[in-house]
């Protein structure tokens, strides 16, 4: 397998004591490199006639690589390492994510009106009214962003202490790239009803739900359950986030091999959330030819103790990956590192396109099939094409709470996913450009547009 590139995730500052004289810096810059790190901005901190002090800006691979490019600094004659320190852990300190007051309290007039005794009015205004909570509270614009700890990114089952990072960092999405407000919930229960009672029970000072690394096939059942009981919009991000930007990725790239959904057919490797997600919406996309494996191979109509959910996508074919993906026009994965070798690919049809979304590591190194596909995407940042949730989430919850939709539907979903498609002119589709950037400030705008329309159409507004 190919080294993984050095990138942010693994981002190290080295503060480094040197002689000052000309050349010595390029020693320790010849270090790092000679040890594949990637050499970001370099600092001078302080500097007599005889020492320079640097800190020196470093992404590394992993862990174990971050700590091969350090000892080769601390190797070097006349060079002393100070101070080491993870970038990614140390912008986690504290959380990631604060509280802040729409309004100055400044004097007792301001002190009174936001709370007693004129808050109180509010209350018996919101008692005989309950609609007026949209407008007086910060419902309106407020996400659960909820949890059990289960399934938390590639990593399994870690708990909902370890999951609270990635659901902070969620919470920062939202913010950053809709206004919107969440805070992240950490259920201590992995049991269905419990989960779902506890959703009821708090639902009321949200606008939406966010569900997020839950494992299947709970994801599925407290979605559905959710659904039926609470009048507010219940998205689970994993799944229907991840099916909408696949499915927009994978209409672009249609376009520029020219072949089309009805028509070509789909490996899908994982079928868990994600993979389910992605398979149902491309079947409602058009996709007529689709075969989902797992760790046990094809899901064949042969096998016994398939969930509910795989028995829905079994089909008569039996066999392991590599004999799937013979001939299929497109490979998506959403499994585990390392299972698509280039043989593999090769075997695969003309113009082939595979996307490898196993995070951090996806199923293929990009560079080992550059030259053989038309398309390679990948969950990553640093590379291109990257098929990334937060191109969908934030626009999709900024179309529900501003219609006040009562649900989210799978009609959302694919016109979110057209509407993002649709965000890259004919003209500028390449092999690296298939989708947009999550920074594109026109996505959510596109999105929310998308969705609102549909909840116009089909009743589900409130406003």
């Given at each position: 397998?190919?080294?993984?590139?050095?990138?942010?995730?693994?981002?190290?500052?080295?503060?480094?004591?040197?002689?000052?004289?000309?050349?010595?810096?390029?020693?320790?810059?010849?270090?790092?490199?000679?040890?594949?790190?990637?050499?970001?901005?370099?600092?001078?901190?302080?500097?007599?006639?005889?020492?320079?002090?640097?800190?020196?800006?470093?992404?590394?691979?992993s862990s174990e690589h971050a700590e091969t490019i350090v000892q080769g600094l601390r190797a070097l004659p006349h060079i002393k390492v100070l101070n080491v320190y993870d970038r990614t852990f140390n912008l986690h300190k504290g959380g990631k994510i604060s509280i802040a007051n729409c309004m100055p309290l400044n004097d007792v007039s301001e002190l009174a009106m936001a709370y007693t005794p004129g808050v109180g009015r509010v209350c018996s205004a919101i008692a005989k009214q309950p609609e007026k909570v949209y407008e007086f509270t910060i419902k309106q614009n407020m996400v659960a962003i909820i949890t059990d700890g289960s399934a938390v990114l590639g990593l399994g089952n870690l708990g909902p202490a370890a999951a609270l990072p990635v659901m902070e960092g969620k919470a920062m999405l939202f913010k950053e790239f809709a206004g919107i407000n969440a805070f992240p919930i950490c259920i201590e229960s992995q049991d269905t009803d419990e989960i779902v009672n506890t959703i009821k029970n708090i639902a009321t000072v949200f606008g939406g739900v966010n569900l997020e690394d839950i494992a299947a096939p709970r994801c599925f059942e407290i979605e559905a359950k959710l659904q039926?009981?609470?009048?507010?919009?219940?998205?689970?991000?994993?799944?229907?986030?991840?099916?909408?930007?696949?499915l927009a990725a994978l209409l672009n790239a249609l376009k520029l091999v020219r072949k089309s959904i009805e028509k070509v057919r789909i490996v899908i490797n994982g079928a868990g959330s994600a993979g389910i997600a992605v398979a149902r919406l491309l079947r409602k996309a058009g996709s007529k030819n689709i075969c989902i494996c797992d760790s046990q191979g094809i899901i064949s109509i042969n096998r016994t103790n398939l969930t509910p959910e795989k028995q829905e996508f079994a089909i008569k074919a039996c066999g392991?990956?590599?004999?799937?993906?013979?001939?299929?026009?497109v490979f998506i994965g959403l499994s585990a590192p390392g299972v698509l070798n280039p043989e593999m690919v090769k075997s695969m049809a003309k113009d082939p396109i595979v996307f490898a979304m196993a995070n951090p590591i996806p199923e293929i190194q990009p560079e080992l099939i550059y030259d053989d596909v038309a398309v390679i995407a990948t969950g990553r940042s640093d590379y291109p094409n990257q098929i990334n949730n937060v191109i969908a989430f934030p626009g999709v919850f900024r179309g529900v709470l501003d219609c006040r939709a009562t649900t989210i539907?799978?009609?959302?979903?694919?016109?979110?996913?057209?509407?993002?498609?649709?965000?890259?002119?004919?003209?500028?589709?390449n092999k690296e450009n298939i989708i947009v950037s999550v920074f594109d400030k026109r996505v959510v705008t596109a999105v929310s547009d998308a969705v609102q329309k549909v909840a116009r159409e089909e009743g589900i507004a409130c406003c």
């Open positions: 397998m190919a080294n993984l590139t050095p990138n942010p995730s693994f981002s190290l500052s080295i503060r480094i004591e040197l002689p000052n004289y000309i050349g010595i810096l390029a020693t320790v810059t010849s270090s790092i490199a000679s040890n594949g790190g990637n050499l970001g901005p370099i600092d001078l901190i302080e500097q007599t006639r005889e020492t320079s002090i640097r800190d020196i800006i470093v992404n590394a691979s039926q009981e609470l009048d507010i919009p219940v998205f689970h991000d994993d799944q229907h986030g991840t099916a909408i930007v696949t392991v990956l590599a004999e799937s993906v013979k001939g299929a026009d539907n799978s009609n959302m979903y694919l016109e979110a996913a057209n509407a993002i498609a649709s965000l890259i002119e004919p003209s500028n589709l």
